[in-house]
């Protein structure tokens, strides 16, 4: 479905901006909510997320001393605008694409890791030891994940011929689920959005146990916020993504909203099941397993797209 | 194993060191030794794997009140460290004067004495030689030095005399 | 980041206030990246003067006094004072109420050891296991409030025997509570010992042989997991456990995860123990009649509390107020292996190992009489009572 919007609209109304930021705190919530029942408990209400974003904005924010003020302030800026970006290129709600050209889905790539970035630099800002830390820990958990999310997307590209999101959605639509014939870069993709968004088991970059809040420890009222938004933000775009590329494409809004939450109800209950990792165990994990198993499933496409042609 | 037995190889191992003995209950024994045998003491237990130091008790024992006129007698300090070994426990007495209260520290031996150490000396005013770490464990960092408070002379802080203590 | 580079050691403090420790205590760990080179602690940020406190109470008035020590073994410190009282008087307690105060103690035990579980799974950023455990505990905190009336503190002795009795109607519900708790038990079991990624975060992590915890003087779990045997319920039994012996669990490994295993099979022991002193109760009196005065004379009376061994010394001037009551609590012992075997480990495990001794800080801080700061004035006990009074008036 296209959109016969204004750009503007498009661009600060729906479906980026505020629709955006509105879905991302839903999304938020029924995370919350999916892992609060999995763990036999009550769970937050449906506006706790706003009632929180609310609760920031109205706080007081405090520049400790010692951090660069001006980049205090701009990377939640930053990193927020850069999520919001990345949702112009994918198939937000099923509509198509605001804008589309051959390689978006590289720049959606560096658009989301740029929050990252971000969020580590915050830390790093910082003289606190627990934001250095988790400044540490998050750059680290970027450069093992980053690699194996990349090629689990790259996937679907080559299987559809084309670099462009939009190209790749109307792809999926037409062909069996590409689920079904990349498994591995779907499990890969889908574990790697829950490393970009530092959901547990790997959220050693901000375990509350050791280091407080990692990176984001000394940010209060708006910067928080403004993190918190992108990363909802994020989690949307990141399962929209990949049920735009693995669950046969977003048709519709329909089609958006049942396979985004299906695929929201596999990653609470991943992240019910599983113990923190250790970030040297992260590490490991996506080096000797993760680009392991990208590296096989892309063998398997260029191998079978030599093959195919044969029968 | 045999209670009685159990005892009086404890007892053994300290007979060189012993000033007097006695059996307050039937699973406990009494050792006296002087404060410059202790070490000496604790190191024959330990050499003989005779149970484990379970802890340290600081006693104050003041002078009894007396009559006026007369001089009062030094009070005293004393400190039990009590074995155990399974029902069994050994206890070995040191006596110390309230104007010399040192003695030498067992942490060389039984490293985990540290932190019974550094309690006696923070509450009792015990100075312990030796004693590989003595920096506050349990009282406020704004104590003042000198008033310990498991002693019997300290009853609280009077309001006005701590104000120019602090 | 100036700071950083002037000192060359990057010390993380963990405490007084942190996440991980929702108990006042201090650490510094200096980390050079993320593996620990030295570790130091500070105790005593909630001193309260217990030890000092008894000394100015009737023998009646510190058994409410010291059952407030601690908030999850109040039981077992009362048992220990009691018993300690009892022999200086010369006093059997009956043995009906010697086996209650031993159900009520290993109840206790259940409930501290699931809340150990829980505590030691959210450091670990297990959260669905600590939220599973914390739930399940509820009933052994039921069975507790149903038999005392209250959740925490029991109040179950009294200098003598026991308060309460346990009816046909208490025993079948403490009976059906052991059911499901035992159900559950074993599936923690399994749950710890299978989970893969748990299993990474507590095999070889802590490991502390058996002749470095004799040497550092570990006692409790902490002691047994690393193979040895001592458990005073077992080495000098005391009040039921005479009649009903238990079983020591010990694990040879010495790594948090023997820590994990020792602590859920004794829970396993303990619904055994229960059960079976709950099928031969003995019949008879609740409390023998004990004087107010305690004759002169000293003794010393140890238990098996949740965390290890308990140690009290009671001394009596023959009046109606002790003269000295010392009290050695079991995680003063285990500090000093923590201190030990955090060292060469990753900051990452630094939690969990700390967990791993189930640390009790009011265990700890005991000793001090309290004090408040207001207008540079410092208060004594009795001017916070008569402000107290005062101010709610």
């Not at chain 1, 904005?57 to 990345?86: D, M, W, Y």
């Not at chain 1, 407080?212 to 420890?217: D, H, I, K, S």
């Not at chain 3, 710890?192 to 042989?209: A, P």
Request: aromatic share 10%; charged share 20%; glycine share 8%.
């Amino acid at each position: 479905m296209n959109l016969p919007l204004p750009s503007i609209i498009l661009l600060l109304f729906f479906p980026g901006g505020l629709f955006l930021i509105a879905s991302g705190l839903v999304y938020q919530w029924a995370d919350r909510k999916l892992v609060a029942r999995f763990q036999n408990r009550i769970g937050p209400r449906w506006f706790q997320p706003l009632a929180d974003v609310f609760k920031l904005l109205a706080k007081e924010e405090i520049v400790p001393t010692g951090a660069i003020k001006g980049l205090f302030h701009g990377l939640p800026i930053v990193a927020l605008a850069s999520a919001l970006t990345a949702a112009l290129y994918v198939p937000l709600a099923g509509f198509n694409a605001s804008y589309s050209f051959q390689g978006d889905l590289i720049v959606v790539f560096y658009l989301l890791s740029v929050l990252t970035i971000c969020i580590g630099l915050a830390g790093a800002n910082n003289i606190s030891r627990f934001s250095i830390i988790g400044a540490t820990r998050t750059l680290t958990q970027i450069f093992s994940y980053e690699a194996p999310f990349l090629l689990a997307l790259l996937g679907p590209a080559i299987a559809a011929g084309s670099w462009s999101i939009s190209k790749i959605n109307i792809y999926a639509q037409e062909n069996v689920w590409l689920i079904l014939a990349q498994p591995i870069g779907f499990v890969v993709a889908l574990i790697g959005l829950m490393g970009k968004l530092e959901l547990p088991p790997f959220d050693a970059p901000e375990a509350e146990t050791e280091i407080v809040a990692g990176a984001l420890t000394e940010y209060s009222g708006r910067g928080l916020a403004l993190f918190r938004i992108g990363k909802d933000v994020e989690l949307v775009i990141g399962l929209t993504l990949i049920s735009a590329l693995y669950l046969g494409g977003l048709a519709n809004p329909l089609d958006f909203l049942w396979k985004t939450v299906v695929l929201l109800l596999v990653t609470a209950g991943l992240q019910a099941l599983f113990a923190r990792l250790r970030i040297d165990q992260t590490v490991g994990m996506w080096w000797r397993v993760g680009a392991l198993l990208g590296l096989l499933q892309l063998l398997a496409i260029i191998l079978g797209r030599l093959i195919g042609p044969l029968f | 194993m045999d209670l009685d037995k159990v005892l009086l190889e404890g007892e053994n191992l300290l007979q060189p060191w012993t000033v007097s003995t006695s059996r307050p209950e039937e699973n406990r024994s009494d050792v006296v030794v002087a404060r410059e045998n202790l070490h000496a003491a604790v190191e024959a237990i330990k050499d003989a794997g005779w149970g484990y130091l379970t802890a340290i008790t600081g006693l104050d024992c003041p002078a009894p009140a007396v009559a006026e006129g007369e001089p009062a007698p030094e009070g005293n300090l004393e400190l039990l460290y009590h074995f155990c070994n399974g029902l069994a426990v050994v206890t070995l007495r040191v006596s110390l004067p309230y104007g010399d209260p040192t003695l030498p520290s067992v942490c060389d031996l039984l490293p985990y004495a540290t932190l019974y150490e550094r309690e006696l000396i923070e509450l009792f005013g015990v100075r312990i030689q030796n004693t590989p770490d003595t920096s506050r464990l349990v009282l406020p960092d704004d104590w003042p030095d000198g008033i310990y408070p498991l002693r019997k002379a300290f009853t609280g802080f009077a309001a006005p005399a701590t104000e120019e203590k602090e | 980041m100036p700071t950083q580079e002037q000192n060359q050691k990057f010390i993380v403090p963990i405490g007084p206030q942190h996440p991980a420790l929702k108990e006042p205590g201090h650490f510094e760990f200096t980390v050079d990246g993320e593996i620990v080179t030295a570790a130091s602690v500070r105790l005593g940020y909630v001193h309260r003067g217990i030890e000092k406190g008894t000394e100015d109470r009737t023998w009646t008035q510190n058994v409410y006094l010291l059952e407030r020590i601690c908030g999850i073994c109040s039981h077992v410190h009362v048992t220990a004072y009691v018993v300690a009282v009892e022999q200086l008087a010369k006093v059997q307690a009956p043995p009906r109420a010697e086996a209650i105060r031993t159900i009520v103690a290993e109840l206790e035990r259940i409930h501290s050891h699931m809340l150990w579980l829980g505590v030691a799974a959210h450091e670990g950023g297990f959260d669905s296991l600590f939220m599973y455990s914390w739930r399940d505990r509820e009933t052994v905190m039921d069975i507790l409030e149903t038999i005392s009336g209250n959740r925490v503190h029991y109040s179950a002795n009294i200098l003598g025997g026991v308060k309460f009795d346990i009816d046909d109607q208490k025993r079948d519900f403490i009976l059906k509570g052991l059911e499901f708790l035992e159900e559950r038990t074993n599936h923690y079991m399994k749950i710890v010992t299978t989970d893969e990624t748990f299993l990474g975060r507590t095999r070889n992590i802590g490991t502390m042989t058996k002749e470095q915890a004799i040497e550092l003087g570990a006692v409790g779990p902490t002691a047994r997991a690393s193979g040895v045997t001592i458990d005073i319920r077992d080495s000098a039994p005391y009040s039921a456990y005479k009649t009903f012996p238990v079983n020591v669990i010990t694990d040879e490994t010495g790594d948090l995860l023997a820590r994990f295993v020792v602590r859920i099979k004794e829970l396993l022991e303990s619904y055994r123990l229960i059960r079976e002193i709950l099928d031969h109760m003995p019949e008879g009196e609740l409390a023998a009649r004990i004087p107010r005065r305690i004759p002169a004379g000293e003794t010393i009376h140890r238990v098996e509390a949740p965390r290890g061994e308990l140690f009290y010394y009671v001394k009596s001037g023959g009046g109606d107020k002790p003269e000295r009551i010392k009290v050695r609590t079991p995680s003063l012992c285990n500090w000093s292996s923590v201190i030990n075997f955090a060292v060469g480990h990753k900051l990452a495990d630094m939690p969990m190992i700390l967990a791993g001794i189930d640390p009790c800080f009011s265990c700890n801080d005991r000793l001090i009489k309290i004090r408040r700061a207001n207008q540079s004035q410092v208060w004594t006990w009795e001017d916070l009572r008569l402000h107290g009074i005062e101010y709610y008036r």
